[in-house]
């Protein structure tokens, strides 16, 4: 059977291979090409070496700005998130009635499209901020913590879903045996819940962190970037830069390598620290 499995594998593999080499490989290498070039096309550009990346650093202070308002919203959504997934998961699997209807109901925000969700919830806190004589465009913050909510509302259910899984599938003689030893309920969550979804927390986490760092069609949405981009996030000042004026397309493909390597490098850093929890658990 094994001799059978070997001789087939590559079979069964190459189309997946195949797909994975057109729709990713090929074309992050040729961005990656394109970033040290200037052109118009892929079919006409020249090299002009690291000069877009230069470029993206000191003269377009939008690119920074971004990141810095990118990763604080990553850090803010991350923690809120999941910390509220988490709390909900707790509720909806103790004995609580209609738990089913709950879940289906904090997980139901996550099927609307992000450009719906972000044009909704525009008019919902603008129909807010107008009794105060501001909207969402005033300032970078209140775009900012508009942002928080809708992926908190967005998210927040899918997650939870996750989470309850998780904690079914704790045995429940574990749970017993914490609560004949005098455990509370702190304490149970503490030393039992906690270690034993560490899986889930780790998936969590990497949904979350990517999610929140390659945010694009609610923050064009909800703010478009305003006031003046300084709500924009990294994924639309790349967009911005890329189609915003002509001669700015190796500029734009050089933010795209940039933030592509960047997130790579916090995901990998958070499975790592994640795992790393897991197997002390």
């Known amino acids: ?10 079979f069964f593999t190459l189309p997946t291979i195949i797909a994975f ?32 990346y230069v470029r993206a650093f000191t003269e377009d202070k939008n690119f920074i700005n971004a990141l810095v308002f990118t990763v ?15 709390i909900l998961a707790l509720l909806l699997t103790s004995n ?12 139901m925000p996550n099927l609307i499209g992000g450009i719906v969700l972000g044009y909704i919830w525009q008019l919902i806190i603008n129909g807010i901020l107008i009794n105060f004589g501001v909207d969402l465009t005033f300032s970078a913050t209140y775009g900012f913590w508009g942002l928080v909510v809708l992926m908190n509302w967005q998210q927040a259910g899918y997650m939870m879903i996750i989470f309850i899984a998780a904690i079914q599938a704790i045995p429940t003689e574990m749970i017993e045996a914490a609560k004949i030893d005098g455990a509370n309920a702190w304490q149970t969550i503490k030393s039992i819940t906690i270690p034993m979804v560490m899986p889930a927390i780790t998936i969590c986490t990497f ?42 397309e190796g500029i734009g493909q050089a933010k795209a390598v940039v933030f592509s390597l960047f ?19």
């Open 21 to 52: 080499l057109i729709a990713f490989l090929i074309p992050f290498i040729l961005g990656i090409y394109l970033s040290f070039t200037e052109f118009r096309t892929v079919t006409n550009s020249h090299w002009v070496g690291v000069i877009n």
């Open 263 to 281: 997130v790579a490098l916090i995901v990998l850093l958070q499975l790592r620290l994640t795992r790393t929890k897991e197997v002390e658990s």
């Open 1 to 10: 059977m094994q001799k059978m499995s070997k001789k087939y594998f590559a």
């Open 96 to 107: 609580v009635k209609g738990t089913n209807f709950f879940r289906t109901v904090f997980f």
């Open 207 to 248: 949904l979350t962190v990517t999610n929140s760092f390659k945010l694009f069609d609610q923050n064009l949405a909800l703010t478009a970037g305003a006031p003046a981009r300084e709500s924009a996030m990294l994924a639309l000042d790349i967009y911005t830069t890329f189609y915003g004026r002509v001669g700015s």
């Open 72 to 86: 604080k919203f990553a850090v803010v959504s991350v923690v809120l998130i999941n910390v509220g997934a988490f």
